[in-house]
């Protein structure tokens, strides 16, 4: 409901109007500019011309087919966009109204969405806007939204840098720097759904509980952390070499199933670990069995089948007199 | 070791967190890594980093704040006012320096616009509650600032941006605190040296 209120007839001159609306367009009834708000002539730059007309000056985006003033005003009430012709790639929403008397036309115009590109185009300051214009919120809304977003970002960026260095350490063996028993369950299991080809080796150390027991712990944690040196040296990146118990290793091949290869890696590590170690001045012997398996001898590779077969195959080198390597063919399934 | 996070552990700005990490910032960058460890380590802290958008227990801001100023051997008002001074001065921080001269073309316009600043905040992120600020003008280029914020800290991080905003619009202008929730600002000339540029579109990154 509005109540009713007294017409006021207003007498603005252009100067004023200037102020109070920066991106005015003040026409003649057949649509020639007769003024430009200060922020307009900006956009307009040289076609910013008394006398030129409203077709030179823009190309009507909406109401479709509309040319001249007179079509924009007649056709959409009195709502339209523009785009300037001199290039300038910038939007321009607004709405008109043919004065009283008929032989003046005032088209009020705003950015709208395009307000960031007006901006940055055409270098405006706040006193390009009028104290009402809400462009300053825009803009600050604009940058307050970015700054969040790289705030959001970076938090993410170091939630993960923290998620993946704790995953790192729950597959990790502390004392050797060697992957552990959860990793090995994880690399064996997507090693086999991918029916990758692989050789296991399961290696137990040899009269490791007389260097415990004779040297004291210290000594032998110093032998298990030389062998975890040894199986990084003698491995390849992609491979796994892990400690699953106090003195038991595994170690994965990748791409590898020929015998001998297998054979020969395992007997190299053998020899490096029975060369006698130096701990504070005294000397540690011990040496390795080692059972091999290799993942295409199992019709359907399978985690626990691979590692209880290779648990065979090290049952079997010990009891053949340590210090060797047995490859053992799986019966299959 | 005492936690951090409270068990409602939230995403969100709060107070705390965003005081917490300009001063991680500014430590860090002022004084270095060993100075920072040193302080979490006294502070008991269990982690080392404070994030922005996480929420910490209130008044936690502040007690790190103390410990900082023993650590570093300064007044704890002085450490707040340099992290105050460092967000409206570092350039890796452009951006807050640039969201405060949103403000206005003059420094008294940028005071003024202070009292919109947490209604500004809330459009960005909405469960932010930045301390509501009242500024009074008490006479010719005399201006009275109050803010109410439930930690200690708040007010001499203002004191560091107002006097660093100053020189950013080539104020010169006498800051000072005259009760714990009230800070005189006298303009004494407006035009004292050159603004440095501030131009509305955003830098391109």
């Known amino acids: 409901m509005h109540a009713e209120l007294p017409v006021h007839r207003l007498d603005l001159d252009s100067s004023d109007l200037a102020q109070f609306m920066p991106m005015h367009l003040l026409l003649d009834g057949e649509g020639r500019a007769l003024s430009f708000g200060p922020t307009l002539a900006r956009v307009l730059q040289e076609l910013a011309v008394p006398g030129m007309r409203f077709e030179e000056m823009f190309e009507v985006r909406s109401p479709g087919g509309a040319v001249t003033v007179s079509d924009v005003l007649g056709r959409a009430g009195n709502r339209f966009r523009l785009l300037p012709r001199n290039g ?73 840098g923290a998620r993946m260095a704790a995953e790192e350490e729950a597959m990790t063996d502390p004392l050797t720097g060697l992957r552990n028993r959860r990793a090995v369950d ?148 | 070791m005492q936690s951090m996070l409270g068990p409602e552990r939230k995403v969100g700005m709060d107070m705390d967190a965003l005081m917490l990490r300009s001063l991680q910032g500014y430590v860090l960058d002022t004084f270095g890594l060993a100075s920072w460890q040193e302080i979490c380590r006294r502070a008991e802290l269990s982690v ?39 967000l409206v001065t570092n350039p890796d921080r452009e951006g807050v320096r640039r969201l405060l001269r949103f403000g206005g073309m003059s420094y008294a316009d940028f005071l003024h616009s202070l009292e919109e600043l947490p209604g500004r905040a809330r459009l960005a992120m909405p469960d932010l509650d930045l301390p509501e600020v009242t500024l009074d003008e008490v006479g010719p280029d005399q201006f009275e600032l109050r803010c109410q914020s439930h930690l200690a800290g708040t007010q001499r991080v203002l004191v560091g941006m107002l006097t660093a905003m100053a020189d950013d619009y080539g104020a010169l202008c006498l800051i000072e605190p005259v009760a714990a929730d009230c800070t005189k600002i006298s303009v004494l000339d407006s035009r004292h040296s050159k603004a440095r540029a501030f131009a509305l579109a955003m830098p391109e990154r």
């Open chain 1, 88 to 160: 300038v790639r910038v939007g321009l929403r607004g709405l008109g109204l043919r004065l009283p008397g008929g032989d003046k036309i005032l088209l009020n115009l705003s950015f709208g969405i395009d307000l960031i590109a007006a901006v940055r185009e055409l270098a405006l300051t706040d006193a390009d806007f009028a104290a009402t214009d809400l462009a300053m919120e825009l803009l600050y809304l604009a940058e307050a939204n970015a700054a969040v977003t790289r705030e959001l970002r970076g938090l993410n960026v170091r939630l993960e």
């Open chain 1, 186 to 333: 994880l690399i064996l299991e997507r090693l086999c759904a991918a029916r990758a080809s692989f050789g296991l080796l399961h290696m137990d150390l040899d009269y490791f509980k007389a260097v415990n027991d004779s040297l004291g712990h210290a000594a032998g944690d110093f032998v298990l952390e030389s062998v975890g040196r040894i199986l990084r040296e003698q491995l390849r990146a992609e491979d796994c070499a892990a400690r699953i118990g106090g003195d038991e290793f595994v170690v994965i091949i990748v791409g590898r199933s020929d015998p001998k290869t297998l054979q020969s890696i395992a007997e190299r590590i053998i020899a490096r670990i029975c060369q006698p170690m130096d701990f504070e001045g005294q000397e540690c012997r011990v040496s390795a069995s080692i059972g091999i398996v290799r993942s295409t001898d199992l019709a359907t590779p399978e985690a626990t089948q691979l590692l209880a077969t290779a648990d065979r195959a090290l049952y079997a080198a010990k009891h053949a007199g340590r210090g060797r390597a047995v490859l053992l063919v799986s019966r299959g399934e």
């Open chain 2, 48 to 86: 080392e980093t404070f994030e922005p958008m996480l929420r910490y227990d209130p008044g936690t801001a502040d007690r790190i704040a103390q410990v900082a100023a023993q650590v570093l051997g300064r007044p704890v008002e002085a450490v707040w006012e340099d992290v105050g001074t460092y």
